[in-house]
């Protein structure tokens, strides 16, 4: 996205380079979040089914 007055020449290559592993991190923790959750679910149902 273009800013409005931001010298594309400046700095670009910088500026993506920080917003990628930043992104790709992000994504991680959310993938490391959903799968403890669903082992999370998983056991859960497994103590449940166990229990009754």
């Known amino acids: ?23 790709s991190r992000f994504a991680w923790e959310r993938l490391g979040l959903v ?3 669903a082992l999370a679910w998983a056991g859960i149902i497994a103590a449940v089914r166990a229990i009754f």
């Open 35 to 37: 799968a403890a959750s």
């Open 1 to 23: 996205m273009a800013y409005i007055g931001y010298d594309s020449g400046l700095r670009p290559p910088s500026g993506q380079t920080r917003s990628r592993p930043a992104r």
